[in-house]
């Protein structure tokens, strides 16, 4: 089931629905999001470890060097055999033990936060050896601090000039949150101050494809935004719908897209689809019917139609089809980014519902 928060930023008027995808939050105007997590465990009563990942440790510091409105946030935690004053001061040893490994690994002392818990807030069940290990740990997290700034705009009709009634999707990669225009095609919504985002737009009969912007210098073009309204045959390529290596499991970074997929079909409610399923067979020819591509694809195709059903969207609407490998996005990928766009989904208008 999708999960759908309700939250008031900037203190809006419009309600605006946040779906986030591995782990963000929004408090104000500001987008807290981790981009990276990993623990250092322990054993029962040890305050070190020689257990140390020092890879994890090396992406962090690259982390922090990259995006200056980064920190560092760590959590100490025991298991729960023994009293809470025991535990609260052994957490703290392990606290500033693994504070002295991110500093000795030239992480910014003045970026990290550190909190101890002891036993309370345990990360798992202390019912299981595997949960009690997973407490024995400093948690370590880089996250960002985005603020928000608040963006009004336009959205019309490129044919006859009128303002569009709709949904306006705001992606930062992290946190997809949306808000509705006005008869006149009127929208206010906040956006990220620094980086990219990604912004879509979804009426009954107009569908802006998820286009890249960045405040300092698209601010202009989102003052009036063209659409023009979509026609039979019209292909969207939902190339941030992936699927892992040679199943019809979805990526978790990219899972929340199926919801964004959900929301056209259902605004776009007098339209039939097809939803196509695609595979990574570049380096064979053709497969046909029978073969484990085009098997593959089936399924893929399949388990997108499954989850729209499932939440709700009329079956009568929907078909889904096997692309195989028919319709690469990359023809000859080369790189792990390029792979996984082949493994994708496609979404096909098929004409009006009525007819």
């Known amino acids: ?121 345990p990360l798992a069940d202390n019912d299981s050896e595997e949960g009690r290990q997973k407490n024995r740990s400093v948690s370590i997290a880089f996250q960002r601090a985005i603020p928000l700034s608040p963006i009004s705009g336009r959205v019309v009709c490129r044919e006859n000039g009128q303002g569009l009634q709709g949904k306006v999707f705001i992606n930062t990669g992290y946190t997809q949150y949306s808000v509705k225009s006005t008869s006149d095609g009127d929208f206010t919504i906040p956006v990220p101050e620094s980086g990219k985002f990604y912004f879509d737009f979804f009426s009954p009969n107009h569908i802006k494809e998820r286009g890249y912007y960045q405040l300092s210098s698209d601010r202009e073009k989102l003052i009036k935004i063209f659409v023009s309204p979509f026609k039979p045959d019209e292909l969207f ?70 989850y729209l059903v499932e939440e709700g969207i009329d079956p009568e609407r929907l078909k889904y089809k096997p692309y195989s490998n028919f319709d690469l996005y990359y023809s000859n990928p080369r790189s792990e980014s390029q792979h996984r766009k082949n493994r994708r989904v496609t979404v096909k208008v098929l004409g009006s519902a009525d007819q």
């Not at 020092?54 to 409105?69: C, F, G, P, S, T």
């Not at 339209?271 to 593959?296: A, F, K, M, S």
């Open 1 to 121: 089931m999708r999960q759908i928060l309700t939250i008031l930023i900037l203190s809006l008027l419009l309600p605006i629905y946040s779906y986030t995808q591995i782990e963000s939050r929004i408090e104000n105007d500001t987008i807290f999001q981790t981009e990276l997590s990993f623990m250092i465990l322990f054993e029962t009563n040890k305050d070190s470890t020689d257990s140390i990942p020092v890879n994890k440790i090396i992406r962090l510091r690259n982390a922090l060097e990259l995006h200056q409105d980064g920190f560092v946030q760590m959590e100490a935690r025991t298991d729960s055999h023994g009293s809470q004053a025991y535990n609260m001061k052994l957490a703290e040893r392990r606290l500033h033990f693994a504070k002295d490994i991110l500093v000795g690994n030239k992480v910014q002392e003045d970026r990290i936060m550190g909190f101890t818990f002891g036993k309370i807030k």
């Open 237 to 306: 390529d939902f190339d941030d719908i992936l699927f892992y290596t040679s199943t019809t499991t979805v990526m978790r970074n990219y899972r929340h897209n199926l919801f964004r997929l959900y929301e056209m079909l259902r605004i776009t409610d007098g339209y039939n689809y097809e939803i196509q399923g695609h595979v990574n067979c570049h380096d064979l020819p053709p497969q046909p019917e029978g073969t484990y591509c085009y098997n593959l694809s089936k399924r893929r195709a399949k388990k997108v139609y499954t």
